[in-house]
């Protein structure tokens, strides 16, 4: 019998309290020393030959008979109030079957608002009108037909102006609104009474994801059941987007995400592409596709939030004795904000501390989370901040960091953590990049104009993941399986881990394990993000297995006449004293059958807290006559539980130094302050980076220990952790190469040369 | 043959397959595959020449099937990634791809396959350097970057 507990969990830095239904009991974790086939063993993705051959099906390739295009008409100006729209024009373009706006669409609950096109529109790309077409090119000239009347309004785009008191206010109550705040100790005297204090401002600008499939959805209607294909993180989120949207029951919506190309956090939930395209398609009859372009992706997708920073540091008998962290995020129209100070709360134990974040409202498109969202901002600032103290306090930055960062016990929420290696990733870390080489100063570089120079820096995350998550086994009579759960693969390899984790609890061959997952049909899965994937749905993967497994073993026992407990399941094959069965041949012998086994993740204990740790270290070379940095190595250390597939986490963890790199060294983007106009919504001026940005080398290491307290597997995620803290680790190589601390990521070359020049002055 | 101003028949090859098409001008080889031709493994990410994902070989030269009108494929042989299994037995390059962990989404992947794809064809044993240029047209945002160097590198060492 289903039961309803109450369970404690994090997702991206806040703690969220709920109940859950559960089922049956917990399996304890696997013994120690036991032996695996398939967990922790590197292995191909399962849905390799799918990807490599064109054959996966990501929503983008989705085309279904009679379908129409969508095309998006966006406000080109950052304020204005819509007076009146005119689509006489348009509708008489032939192969125009359709306009919606703000005066004939239905009524459209998204992100708290009633309608999906807002009379006041508030940045450049907002939407105000969509067309359907028989194709996109008519659609696109239906746009240009379409009149609107716009009234401007005063509009504001850029942070630290929206901060200021000459900004227009675009909420009654302001700007700026206080997000999360955090103290502890007595910050004040703590200043008073240092020997050192540090004080600095920092800045990160907006990083814009780019998932190479943009944003969309494909919606059809029978009549009876929409069914929606979504590039989506969350296949459940969408459809209870659609759900609050349309005013549907549940069980008339299914949302399908097979295969999609990447998400980064910007596809959490329900777009307005989904309900514009599920309106089409319930007004018309006809599929409908609403598929963003690269621009539109650009404006209006999301993006990571600017930030301002204000770090106080003080230190005394070579201890950190206070921190203030001070953060401003640019959330453009976004109705949230992620909290830079996160990290800063819970990473050091340091008595002293007060924290503040702010969300500032813009005339720029919303945020939307970005992988590892607030902490990857907030660990820039902070991680820069202990540099800078270490080297006012003249003591090595890991023996600083050492003094705060041995606690069991998290020191925001005092609870005891389920487990913590953080300084066994410094000391590994420390051995990789050859730490001992490390001189104050840095030293000469490959050539005379060049620094050289080693940094680090430290990685707190949450990725303990929790219920609910459900999964079930289906077992066929040819002794393959099939398993079925609600969760995405959005390029980390959830498929194969799952496979793994359920082929292993099972006793069957990786190959014998289908998996099924992104589809509302399925049993519930969370959304994939938060680093909670795997140790969420990983153990309800395995308590289903489990389930199955004894069903077989039961059945087994009937056919073979012979006791239970004398059998096992191993490769496929029923093992007793004397011989060997392949289940298949068992299960032959029980006409039609199908055995069903089902599994539920168990809630976390609430006594603990369930962190993620790790740490990079960097060595790069700056050359001072351009400020242009190279870096040539990273060492990437984590501690995240026990891993699963060392090949997958291996690759995860170089995607996220990658992608750190673009935050730190490239990736900007800019608005024109006084048009509001994104400059560089694309891939040409916005710089992700390519193959020949790649450091010339990527260590990549894990502490390998299972969590023994998180989970019947032992395992945490890993998503988001490696993108966390490269950006701090290079600052801070640069500032031991050059003397020169850049306080602004990215470290551009003229913010380089910036710095370089304010160091030249001072010494 | 008079051809235009409106859409117009054109006959190439795809993927060894001669095939003809209607085809307005300003229509991209790369629309004509995925809509005209069904062949969605080549994607579309930028439609603008800046990102590499919809690279197809041209008579074996890798280009950029959003930069090339349909129009101008007349009589060529254009091979994309649904063409390089053969007998339901994958490329060297795409199995090397699975075996270096290559990919993570998948979306660049095709792309970055048919760039690696023409370049062994003139360097049977390219080394590093070779496959990064190769390649350096070709992004991904996952940052699999290392893996796809070494799935190149490998998949030079292959015979098919």
Redesign the interface.
């Known amino acids: 019998m289903p039961r309803v507990v109450k369970s404690r969990e994090e997702f991206e830095g806040e703690i969220f309290e709920s109940l859950v239904l559960v089922e049956g009991k917990d399996l304890p974790l696997p013994a120690a020393g036991a032996e695996f086939t398939e967990i922790g063993h590197g292995r191909?993705?399962v849905?390799?030959?799918q990807?490599?051959?064109?054959?996966?099906?990501?929503t983008?390739?989705i085309?279904l008979p009679g379908m129409l295009h969508v095309r998006v008409l966006r406000s080109p100006y950052p304020r204005a109030r819509v007076r009146r729209i005119d689509t006489k024009k348009a509708e008489a373009l032939p192969g125009v079957r359709g306009v919606l706006h703000r005066f004939n669409a239905p009524k459209a609950a998204f992100r708290g608002e009633e309608t999906i096109f807002r009379e006041e529109v508030r940045f450049v790309g907002e939407e105000v009108a969509a067309v359907a077409a028989d194709d996109e090119?008519i659609a696109v000239e239906a746009l240009g037909l379409i009149e609107v009347d716009y009234e401007l309004l005063p509009h504001v785009v850029d942070l630290e102006e929206a901060i200021g008191d000459v900004a227009p206010r675009l909420e009654s109550d302001g700007n700026v609104s206080e997000g999360a705040t955090h103290k502890r100790g007595d910050v004040k005297r703590a200043l008073k009474e240092a020997d050192h204090v540090v004080e600095a401002t920092y800045r990160t600008s907006t990083q814009l994801?780019?998932?190479?499939?943009?944003h969309g959805a494909v919606a059809a209607w029978d009549g009876e059941q929409l069914t929606v294909y979504e590039s989506t993180q969350h296949v459940f989120g969408v459809r209870q987007g659609l759900r609050l949207a349309l005013r549907l029951p549940l069980a008339k919506i299914r949302v399908i995400c097979d295969?999609?190309?990447?998400g980064?956090g910007s596809k959490g939930g329900v777009g307005k592409y989904s309900i514009i395209a599920s309106l089409f398609a319930m007004r018309l009859g006809r599929p409908i596709r609403c598929v963003l372009?690269?621009e539109e992706e650009n404006v209006a997708a999301g993006n990571r939030s600017a930030t301002l920073q204000h770090m106080r540091l003080a230190g005394k008998d070579g201890r950190i004795t206070a921190i203030e962290h001070t953060s401003w995020a640019n959330v453009g129209q976004g109705k949230w904000v992620a909290n830079p100070t996160g990290p800063t709360n819970t990473l050091y134990d340091v008595s002293n501390l007060s924290s503040k974040s702010y969300k500032v409202v813009t005339n720029a498109g919303s945020l939307s989370a970005f992988r590892a969202p607030g902490y990857v901002e907030g660990t820039f600032a902070l991680e820069s901040a202990i540099d800078e103290l270490a080297a006012t306090m003249g003591v090595d930055p890991i023996t600083l960091r050492r003094k705060h960062a041995g606690s069991p016990k998290d020191p925001m929420v005092g609870k005891r953590y389920s487990d913590k290696h953080l300084l066994e990733c410094y000391r590994i870390g420390a051995a990789e990049i050859g730490w001992q080489r490390r001189r104050s100063g840095g030293t000469r570089g490959s050539a005379p104009h060049r620094r050289r120079g080693i940094g680090m820096a430290t990685q707190i995350w949450g990725g303990g993941g929790g219920p609910p998550a459900y999964a079930t086994v289906h077992v066929n009579s040819d002794g393959t399986a099939v398993l079925t759960t609600g969760t995405q693969d959005?390029?980390?390899?959830t498929r194969t881990v799952l496979a793994q984790i359920c082929a292993d609890e099972l006793g069957f061959e990786l190959e014998d394990v289908h998996v099924r997952l992104g589809d509302t049909d399925n049993p519930y899965g969370p959304i994939s993000a938060g680093s909670l994937t795997v140790a969420s749905v990983g153990p309800a993967v395995r308590i289903a297995a489990r389930d199955a497994r004894e069903q077989l073993l039961g059945a087994a026992a009937g056919v073979l006449e012979t006791p239970k407990s004398e059998l096992r399941l191993a490769s496929g094959v029923v093992v007793t004293k004397g011989a060997r069965t392949p289940l298949s041949e068992i299960l032959s012998k029980v006409d039609n059958n199908t055995v069903i086994g089902k599994g539920g993740r168990h809630p976390n204990d609430p006594d603990l807290s369930l962190r993620t740790f790790g740490a990079h270290f960097v060595e790069l070379e700056v050359d001072v006559r351009t400020g242009e940095i190279t870096v040539e190595h990273v060492v990437a250390v984590h501690d995240i539980g026990r891993i699963l597939n060392p090949?997958?986490a291996?690759?995860?963890v170089?995607?996220?130094?990658?992608?750190a790199l673009g935050f730190a060294l490239s990736e900007e983007r800019f608005v024109d302050r006084a048009t509001g106009r994104v400059m560089n919504a694309?891939?040409?001026n916005y710089k992700?980076?390519?193959?020949?940005d790649?450091p010339a080398k990527?260590t990549v290491k894990f502490v390998d220990r299972p969590d023994r307290r998180a989970n019947n597997l032992g395992v945490k995620g890993l998503g988001e952790p490696p993108i966390i803290p490269t950006a701090a680790a290079i600052a801070n190589a640069v500032a031991n190469a050059t003397g020169a601390r850049v306080r602004h990521a990215p470290l551009t070359r003229a913010r380089v040369l910036e710095a370089l020049a304010i160091a030249g002055a001072r010494s | 043959m008079l051809r235009g101003p409106g859409a117009t028949d054109i006959s190439l090859t795809v993927n060894g397959e001669a095939v003809t098409v209607q085809v307005a001008p300003r229509r991209t080889l790369l629309d004509t595959l995925r809509e005209t031709l069904g062949l969605t493994g080549t994607k579309k990410v930028c439609d603008e020449g800046t990102c590499g994902a919809c690279t197809v070989l041209i008579d074996g030269r890798p280009v950029y099937a959003c930069m090339t009108l349909a129009v101008t494929c007349e009589g060529k042989g254009v091979e994309t990634i649904e063409g390089l299994a053969k007998d339901g037995e994958l490329h060297p390059v795409q199995r090397a791809f699975i075996d270096e962990d290559a990919f993570q989404c998948g979306f660049c992947t095709p792309g970055q396959i048919m760039s690696i794809v023409a370049l062994l064809r003139g360097t049977a044993a390219p080394t590093e350097d070779d496959v990064r240029r190769a390649v350096s047209g070709n992004l991904c945002r996952c940052g699999a970057y290392p893996n796809i160097v070494a799935a190149g590198v490998s998949a030079g060492r292959r015979k098919r």
């Open positions: 191909r993705r849905d390799g030959t990807r490599v051959t064109g054959r996966a099906r990501y983008q390739d085309y090119q994801h780019n998932s190479l499939e943009t295969y999609m190309g990447g980064f372009t690269r959005i390029g980390t390899g090949t997958t291996r690759s995860q170089e995607g996220g130094v990658l992608q694309n891939l040409e992700v980076p390519t193959v020949k790649v990527i």
